[in-house]
């Protein structure tokens, strides 16, 4: 059953990033706004913050829901969230940008399917996929998408 | 060990809300800021959105990274996620809050534990902690800790 509320969230860390990169708000920001395009989604409007001496936090409001970061530069670490809704989005392309422009090292990854109302348990449950990609050895739209299929098999049902 | 980069990120399913606030764009963004002062938090700015006809979206960007809500008035349904780094914060005061001033008569959450890096693996992780707290018999602060220490004895480690 598909319910209208229903959504994929992604929570992405990306390590071993360029620092000097995750600095820079402007570098930020533009990388995000370029992601969601990828993503097919479609931007409210966005709000970054530079943090004092390092770090930037931001977060773009999109039609379909959001997509945050929060960098910290001194351990090259970067935590993403993207969350849409609607089968027309593609989130994994947006986390494929915005890893590739802030030349991440590692990329790994729980997508949260939400929104799902299980009516035999009276609750809504969280279904997760998850995923560990190294952009070093898998660099191509190509392999991505493999990636993609093999976590699809295997979803992980966290009920109450 | 405890990382720099380390948070909790709550994502939480909120049913059965009063449809009426959940259309209220004040109302919803005046209960996430209240929500974010029971945790603890520290408020940088604030972005929300009216749809048409009817949901609200909106984001507060935190010292500590973020937290966000999506409405679907038609459903009587929420989504949240609370996203808290430091040990200072509370982020599941912000949720039983929220859920408390929306009326929510069912929350599921997952909360995820992000920012940690296991070095045998080469690999971020992400460590689990779930439950289901309905709202109708869990409306005491005294529950709400108790349900808490019963998650944390049995976290859910996902690796690569």
Redesign the interface.
Same mark, same amino acid.
């Given at each position: 059953m598909i319910f209208?509320?229903q959504?994929n969230?992604f929570?992405v860390?990306l390590?071993g990033c360029n620092s000097k990169h995750l600095t820079n708000l402007a570098f930020v920001e533009n990388t995000l706004v370029e992601g969601v395009k990828k993503a097919k989604a479609t931007l409210?409007?966005q709000?970054f913050?530079q943090f004092s001496p390092q770090g930037v936090?931001?977060?773009l /409001?999109l039609a379909e &829901?959001?997509c945050?970061i929060?960098t910290?530069p001194e351990?090259g670490?970067a935590?993403i969230?993207i969350?849409t809704?609607g089968d027309h989005t593609m989130p994994e392309e947006a986390c494929k940008y915005i890893a590739e422009k802030l030349q991440a090292q590692?990329v790994?990854f729980?997508n949260?399917i939400?929104?799902r109302?299980n009516e035999s348990k009276?609750?809504?449950?969280?279904v /997760?996929t998850?995923? &560990?990609l190294d952009y070093m050895k898998l660099n191509t739209a190509q392999k991505i998408e493999t990636s993609h299929k093999q976590i699809n098999k295997q979803p992980?049902l966290?009920g109450?």
């Amino acid at each position: 059953m598909i319910f209208s509320t229903q959504g994929n969230h992604f929570i992405v860390e990306l390590s071993g990033c360029n620092s000097k990169h995750l600095t820079n708000l402007a570098f930020v920001e533009n990388t995000l706004v370029e992601g969601v395009k990828k993503a097919k989604a479609t931007l409210i409007s966005q709000n970054f913050y530079q943090f004092s001496p390092q770090g930037v936090s931001g977060i773009l /409001l999109l039609a379909e &829901s959001h997509c945050s970061i929060h960098t910290w530069p001194e351990e090259g670490y970067a935590a993403i969230d993207i969350y849409t809704c609607g089968d027309h989005t593609m989130p994994e392309e947006a986390c494929k940008y915005i890893a590739e422009k802030l030349q991440a090292q590692k990329v790994f990854f729980t997508n949260i399917i939400r929104g799902r109302f299980n009516e035999s348990k009276n609750s809504h449950e969280h279904v /997760l996929t998850r995923d &560990s990609l190294d952009y070093m050895k898998l660099n191509t739209a190509q392999k991505i998408e493999t990636s993609h299929k093999q976590i699809n098999k295997q979803p992980v049902l966290v009920g109450s």
